[in-house]
């Protein structure tokens, strides 16, 4: 079929793809259940198990405490949670309930760093978030308001005298790296609860999230490298997916409840993580549990590389950042100038940008041209991450100059108080760089 030859109305052209979508779908019973495996080669069961109902339950009262402060949060409405998390070690088979019109994944992996080490990075205002996590985060920043910017000391402070839940809000944007499906970026807002407490003598971090209506229209771009968190993005609606690819497409919903336990005796970490997403076209939710799982992963990929650096530092990356804001708008623009000659010279032959609007785009260094200042202090600031991890880059900045000791491990014997109890069978700042208000995405 020839989508340009039908000279259809918009609205039209959307529904009679639409319905060309569901009924080559329907038409093939064992298609609708295949869950393609994606950049990270995912293989999940087409019939998962369900969540145990208290866990369900465990989940709800975390949500309700996001979106109703008032509400307050009761450990003990999450033990069973926390009961789950510390027993189950591989739950990739397992679902949970649909949340926001959405499927949804459980995913596990271990981290070798305490928990005082991944907050001094992650939930410091002075380190952008997505700088943790840029396989699969391109920009972010806290808005005015939240309380984490107003906190005297760091959550990673709270962690050897924790004797009572700790409960901070705070409200975020978000700009996505291209999915691995369709290559799409999205910008929206979110939520987000973190609680820090103990549980059967252990440290325990919560984080959960839910997104704020629907996000920005869907762009193209391009994954070039996502082992080195290399991407391409163009600035052009659509998606980079043949004949839908000029489809308007949006995340409507989404949401996760990540938990962290620490186990002071072996130096590391369980990250555990519930995951949903509604995203698609015209109100559809196209999104399957393996695309979601495949995210999952790349984001644990790149976290883990980050927090388990023995040559990084919190420290090192908190005054590389300062370095970066404090750039002038004269240094910004000289240094993305030679990035977009460096990205054009190293990526134009690859087969993704070969596509004539991806081309002219980088020309001559044309990529300067579609990326606005918070893409251009998001560059720099992920190629001084990679340089500071050893990484080849595309821009020489100026070497970070300090002396910085890692961050204080908790120590096994620290006070515990009010700890939730285990299973039966088991004992188990300043300022951030971009935190502003989201200008149009580039």
Known sequence: MNINSLHLPRPVLVLAVSVFVLCGLAWDPAMAEEEPSGLMEVELSPKPEPLPDNVEAGIDHLFAALRDPAAGFNPADVRAVLDFVTLTTEPKDIAPAKRFGGKGICLRQTVKSDLKRILHYFYNPEIPNYLLCPAVLRMSGWHEGSQILEREKGLWDEVDTLSEPVVVRGREFESTTPDSFAEAYYLYDLNRLIILLKYAGKNVLLSVTEQEDKSDVGRKGAILDDTQWDYFYSGLEGLNRGMIGWMDTFTYASG???????????????????????????????????????????????????????????????????????????????????????FEARFKDNPKLSDSDYAEIIEDGGYADVLDDKARMSVLALEKLKDLLGMPTLVSLPETRMAAAPAKTARADDAEAAPAEAPADETPGATGMIRTEPAPES
């Open 256 to 342: 996760s409840v990540q938990v962290y336990i620490e186990d002071m005796n072996r130096a590391e970490t369980s990250v555990f993580l519930f995951k949903w997403l509604r995203a698609g076209w015209a109100g559809m939710n196209v999104v399957k549990r393996s695309h979601i799982y495949d995210g999952t992963l790349r984001y644990m990929r790149s976290f883990s590389k980050i927090v388990e650096s023995d040559t990084l530092t919190p420290e090192q990356v908190v005054a590389a950042m300062r370095e970066i804001d404090g750039l002038t708008q004269p240094e910004v623009d000289a240094y993305i100038k030679e990035y977009a000659a460096n």
